[in-house]
T-cell receptor
């Protein structure tokens, strides 16, 4: 069975600094998708970034980028130039080719002014 | 464009009572998801619909939970009877297909007393 592990329950970063959130997963499948979702205190979850497993190039969305290490089954999220609005719960998620989706337990990110 | 709509936003009931949650997905989205999110945890998929067909309900506790998506548009999730352990946030999400980006609703926070 697939699993998703986020080993950092909470993290803090100074405003304008860079922070990296860790995620590891376990699967025997070769075709899958990985995601980072953000859930602010208002609780509406939004997609931050996605990565297709068959793509070697790391996905980037403005200040957000991932470090996808397929062999190591690692999928970390880097947030550059952290802003106060980045404070939220961040969830790493795995989705199989057939649509089965599993979320990690989340990392709460605090931004220090 | 309107997002995923869920109602009610909050619900307080006594144990053993029935409760129902409603979700209206984004127009045109044929895939609909119901998730359970316990406090401090990531969402757990309860059921996924492709149009009106439930294609993944393996995590739905069928002894007390039921769901329907008549006409393949809006959906209702029901719990009968509710137990104390059902207190959680119930999230609905939708997408154009299971391979496409999910958009989440604000959730329904259930408290069972």
């Amino acid at each position: 069975a697939q699993t998703v592990t986020q080993s950092q329950p909470e993290m803090s970063v100074q405003e304008a600094e860079t922070v990296t959130l860790s995620c590891t997963y376990d699967t025997s499948e070769s075709d899958y998708y990985l995601f980072w979702y953000k859930q602010p205190p208002s609780r509406q979850m939004i997609l931050v970034i996605r990565q297709e497993a068959y793509k070697q190039q790391n996905a980037t969305e403005n200040r957000f980028s991932v470090n996808f290490q397929k062999a190591a089954k690692s999928f970390s999220l880097k947030i550059s130039d952290s802003q106060l609005g980045d404070a939220a719960m961040y969830f790493c998620a795995y989705r199989s080719a057939l649509g089965k989706i599993i979320f990690g337990k989340g990392t709460r990110l605090h931004i220090l002014p | 464009e309107a997002g995923v709509v869920q109602s009610p936003r909050y619900k307080i009931i006594e144990k053993k009572q029935p409760v129902a949650f409603w979700c209206n997905p984004i127009s045109g989205h044929n895939t609909l998801y119901w998730y359970l999110q316990n406090l401090g945890q990531g969402p757990e998929l309860l059921i996924r619909y492709e149009n009106e067909e439930a294609v993944d309900d393996s995590q739905l506790p069928k002894d007390r939970f039921s769901a329907e998506r008549l006409k393949g548009v809006d959906s209702t999730l029901k719990i009968q009877p509710a137990e104390l352990g059902d207190s959680a946030v119930y999230l609905c999400a939708s997408s154009f297909g299971f391979q496409e980006t999910q958009y989440f609703g604000p959730g329904t926070r259930l408290l069972v007393l």
